[in-house]
């Protein structure tokens, strides 16, 4: 329901705040792309885009590597909603990169939504 979106969202500002308090990237990379991916459910995609770049960059940073295929994943579903299937595909190419080196159960979801964008 749409209530537990929200509450979903409160958790994720609340284990932001927390990480960033802590010096915990990786948990603050983690609570926005976790947030990011909230938005995508609720259909904000702008908001969500926002958010997504942002964990990509601070994954990229600290290097962790699950959690930039993960937001790339994220990425990609975002731009297909928003119609830009170019940077979609773009996007699912890098998340499956890493998802096959990581040899991670993710590369299913990631492939079928390759499969769709062509």
Same mark, same amino acid.
């Given at each position: 329901s +749409?209530?537990? =979106?929200? $509450?979903? !969202? /409160?958790? =994720?500002? %609340?284990?932001?705040? !927390?990480? $960033? @308090?802590?010096? /915990?990237?990786? &948990? @603050?990379? #983690?609570?926005?792309?976790?947030?990011?991916?909230? +938005? +995508? $459910? +609720?259909?904000?995609? #702008?908001?969500?885009?926002?958010?997504?770049?942002?964990?990509?960059?601070?994954? %990229? %940073?600290? &290097?962790?590597? =699950?959690?930039e295929a993960t937001t790339l994943g994220n990425l990609a579903q975002i731009y297909q909603h928003l119609g830009n299937l170019d940077s979609a595909r773009q996007y699912c190419d890098e998340a499956l990169t890493i998802f096959t080196e990581l040899g991670v159960p993710e590369l299913k979801g990631c492939q079928e939504l390759r499969e769709k964008l062509g």
């Open positions: +749409l209530g537990e =979106y929200h $509450k979903a !969202i /409160d958790y =994720y500002q %609340q284990s932001l705040q !927390i990480a $960033k @308090e802590i010096g /915990d990237r990786n &948990g @603050e990379g #983690t609570a926005i792309v976790n947030w990011g991916a909230v +938005l +995508l $459910k +609720l259909e904000k995609y #702008t908001e969500s885009l926002e958010y997504s770049q942002l964990a990509l960059e601070i994954f %990229q %940073q600290i &290097g962790v590597r =699950y959690g």
